[in-house]
Each structure stands twice: as C-alpha cells, then as structure tokens.
C-alpha cells in the first residue's frame, strides 16, 4: 500500500527540484490537495509550458518571453551601458533596486576552471558580438566576488582592452563569499554606485 | 521589469505550498525550468488533475483513487482490526512498518477545543457507523501523545463504552536507540507507568 498514483506522481516530481527531500515532497503533495482548481489550473498550465514559453532574450541572453526581453526593447534605457551579471535572478535583484537604467547581459554562470567552466560554455562571446555592433559605452561587471568572479571579469577585461570602452566594477562592500540574492537592495546600490573603473 | 510571466505565475502557485517563500519559491521556478519535458507533462498533470482523481475511501476515509481504497478492498487484511490515525501520511508509516495487517481510520485531524475542533469536524462519525456496522473487534488508537492526541482518544473510548470492542492504544515511551539522558520527563513518566514484566 502507498499513496495514490496521482499523489505519488506529484511526490517524485516535487523530489526533482533543489532542496527538496522524501519527506517534504509528501507534504508539499498532500498540501496541493487543499490549494483551489482555479490556482492549480494555472500552476499546471505554467508547469506544462514554462520552458516552451520562456525564452532567452537574444540580445542580452536574459529570461523572456519574446524575441527581445522588455529590458532590451526598452528605448527609454540606456541601451550602451551593460550590466554584466551571472544569472537572470541578479537582473530581478537589480531591478528591484530600481536606479540603474542601463542594459544587461546575463552570463549563465561564471569561468571556472575546477569546474570544468571554460569562457565558451558562458556567454561572454555573445557579449563581445554586442559589444563590436552596438556601440557599448560602458561594461559594468556586476558578479559575486568569488574566485570565479574574479576570474571571469579578469578576462572579460582582458578582452575589452584596447577597445575604447569603459570598464567598471560593482564595489566591495558585498561580503567575500555571500550569495548574490541574499544581499538586501541597500548594499546593492551602495555596491553599484560605488563601482570602480577598472580599465585606464 | 520582472520575470516573463509563466515563471511569475510559477512562483506565485509554489508560494502557496507550506513553507515556501519568495525566495524560495523563486528558486524553484528557475529550478523548474532544467527539469526536462517529459517529467514537467507528469508534474502538470498531477497538479491539474490530483484533486479530481484523488478521493477519500467511503470506508476508511484514506486517500484513494477508488470509491474503496486498496486496503479496505484487500480481503487478505484483518478487517475487524481498526488502526485509528490522524492523517492520511500516517498511514503510510504504518504500513512501511509493515506487520500490520489491520485496517485503518483516517480522523482528518484531532478534538482540539482550544483550536475550536469538535468532534463532529473530524471523522469519528465514520468511524462509529462503521463499527456499528461491520462487527469490528479491535480499535487501535494511534495518535500522537498531545493534549489534542488524548483528548481524542478518551473521547472514542467513552463512545465505545459497552459496545463490547477492545480498544488499545499504541505504546508510549522511549524510542528505540535514543540516548536517555535526551528523554524528556513526560515521556519517561508514560515509560514508567506503561512498563512491561518480563518475568513469568
């Protein structure tokens, strides 16, 4: 005897997703049983379709829904300053921060070479493709400050040289170590006004 | 600017799941969108269809896709024995046990006058009708050891006074490989009074 197929179905799929055990996916299976149709209509709907409707944007690589995320399309931005930052949940972050108006460009994770994480396998090339077309003024590197961090805006650096743009970096005042969504917006202005230039 | 809208509406749905968060739920939507297509289908539709096809037993009133679930079905299984629990998950424990080889009765909950639970909001009306009904033997109450567990407990051994069933109640104490120095006292009074002889 065990539980329902249906129920059983919902647990082995709750187990799929980070952080998420046995035990929690039972309770969080039991507990869709109390949530109303109308919510899990839409929750199924989203489910079904989340990777058939999200796209990446093909400009600056973020999570869309068209072509052209509403970042991109947005001619109110300051479309030649980019924001260089490692997944779509620190453009939500900085976002959220609400006084940077320039572009950005999602790298889908940082250089890493203990990881086997080498500057092909993140869209860096897709940087410098927008940056020889689209007259980029400045390239502000917004990562954690990690030793892939640092690695990756070492070399993007080392690629923008000679090439007229400015290059900054959001300051220290991030702890060494932290995660990028658990710093709080204040510390994410202060980070992001206080950017350093890096390049001469 | 936001995430496009299905993983809006993802984050929105896994926040009303118990114990998840913004931050969390954030997460899990992302995460969501690595879990490939074939399994997301299932997820979709277990979340769509879990309330439709997941009923309760008419006898028991354990989760079942069946107007009678599997156990109350299973001529096999002692029928007269009836294990009385709170939910539906403990019926799982029990029968990962798997010794016994009862019945079950799902409450849905326990008498908790303090959290204004009465009697007839749980299902001991059930319960009673069918006792009544099906020449039940034995009633093996297994809830657990709270206010709320013995109030409902007492209560079902007052209604089946005279009725001429055993009623018993699993053992409280000391579980098995605890370190008793980490026993709190309620617990060692219930092992104390609940001991066992071991001599003839």
């Known amino acids: 005897m065990n539980y329902p197929l249906t129920i059983r179905n919902l647990i082995e799929c709750y187990k ?14 039991l507990a869709t049983l ?13 489910v079904a379709n989340v990777k058939k409707r999200t796209k990446r944007c093909r400009k600056c690589n973020n999570l869309s829904e068209n072509d052209l995320c509403e970042i991109c399309s947005d001619q109110n931005r300051d479309q030649k300053t980019i924001c260089v930052v490692e997944d ?32 092909d396998q993140i869209k860096i090339n897709l940087l410098l493709e927008r940056i020889n077309n ?19 805006s070492l070399y993007i650096l080392k690629l923008l040289e000679n ?26 202005e202060m980070a992001l006004e206080d950017r350093k230039k890096i390049s001469e």
């Open 16 to 29: 799929k997703l980070p952080g998420i055990g046995e035990k929690t996916a039972e309770r969080l299976a």
């Open 134 to 152: 689209d007259n980029i003024e400045e390239i502000i590197i917004a990562v954690k400050p990690s030793i892939e961090g640092e690695t990756t």
């Open 34 to 46: 109390s949530i109303n149709q109308e919510t899990l209509d839409i929750f199924a709907d989203s």
């Open 88 to 119: 779509p949940k620190n453009v939500i972050l900085f976002e959220k921060v609400g006084t940077y108006k320039g572009a950005y460009h999602v790298l889908d994770g940082l250089i890493s070479p203990l990881d086997g994480i080498t500057p």
């Open 163 to 188: 090439k007229n743009i400015t290059v900054s970096k959001i300051a220290h005042g991030i702890p060494l170590g932290a995660d990028m969504e658990y710093i709080d917006s204040l510390t994410l």
